[in-house]
């Protein structure tokens, strides 16, 4: 019955959402998305902070495969901001586990999709343990040539513009790059992102309207798009409206159409 239904019914993609009126040749091909809320869906239902975080990574699962079959080229998610070590050791802790846990789960689905898992951020101050999974699954998809999953994780857009300043000026002071020779381009290839284009759309849910230290450098065209939904109940449906909207946009970069 259910496939009858499917039949009459508009086209269809595998999670049953409408993809009619998507321009498929116009997908953006970097999303970048700030996933904001978890703390207050748990909230709204008397449970603990972690808990929304836990029901947010299912979330992560859901817009990958998501935008995976849409064709887009990056997901970039903003997992944990350099910032965010000032919450309670509880919550850091549980976040910091939240990569193993999604990885160990979903690892296989990512390998099978032909998904590229990659990580921007400072390591250093990772616990082994959350740098341990994410090194096994960039070893494991580090062939794969679809969507490249990119978590940002202990990133902060600023502390990565200051190392990537100190960078060019050592190169500059060892002779491998004339002052004259640095422009936009070449300082890009100093940032975290130097292998990726910029991002093309900027998902924020949760109703804040702010960038909160994420790519900075790199979203200076990108096209914004914000929710009031929490990061928890965003689903495929939320992720095509906002491809809708970016496919209305005019994008100009400070020229005329
Ligand atoms: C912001 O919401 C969210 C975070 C700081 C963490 C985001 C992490 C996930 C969605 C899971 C990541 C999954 C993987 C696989 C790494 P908030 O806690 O600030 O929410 P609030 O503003 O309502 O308090």
């Known amino acids: 019955m259910k496939k009858l239904w499917r039949s009459l019914s508009n086209k269809k993609d595998s999670s049953e959402t409408n993809i009619d009126d998507i321009q498929m040749e116009h997908i953006p091909a970097h999303i970048a998305i700030i996933m904001d809320g978890n703390g207050r869906w748990a909230s709204k239902r008397s449970l603990p902070r972690i808990a929304g975080h836990h029901e947010g990574m299912k979330v992560v699962r859901k817009i990958t495969k998501k935008a995976s ?3 887009v ?28 846990e999604f990885l160990g789960t979903f690892l ?9 898992v990659e990580m921007m951020g400072d390591k250093d101050l990772l616990p082994s343990h959350t740098k341990r999974a994410l090194e096994k699954a960039q070893i494991d998809t580090r062939d794969n040539t679809g969507l490249v999953l990119n978590f940002a994780l202990n990133y902060g857009s600023r502390a990565e513009m200051i190392h990537a300043v100190h960078k060019v000026l050592a190169d500059v002071n060892n002779g491998i790059l004339n002052k004259e020779e640095i422009t936009e381009e070449v300082f890009s290839d100093y940032l975290m992102t130097k292998h990726l284009s910029d991002p ?17 450098w790199q979203l200076a065209y990108t096209e914004f798009w914000f929710t009031d939904v929490l990061w928890p109940d965003f689903n495929e449906e939320h992720l095509l409206d906002a491809i809708r909207t970016y496919q209305q ?3 100009r970069y400070g020229g005329l159409k």
């Open 69 to 71: 079959e849409l064709g």
């Open 249 to 251: 946009r005019s994008r």
């Open 108 to 116: 296989p689905e990512l390998v099978k999709e032909n998904v590229k």
């Open 200 to 216: 093309d759309l900027l998902i924020r849910t949760s109703g804040e309207i702010r960038l909160s230290n994420f790519m900075l």
């Open 73 to 100: 080229k990056t997901l970039t998610l903003y997992a944990f901001s350099t910032e965010n070590w000032k919450r309670p050791k509880t919550e850091v802790d549980y976040l910091m586990k939240l990569p193993e």
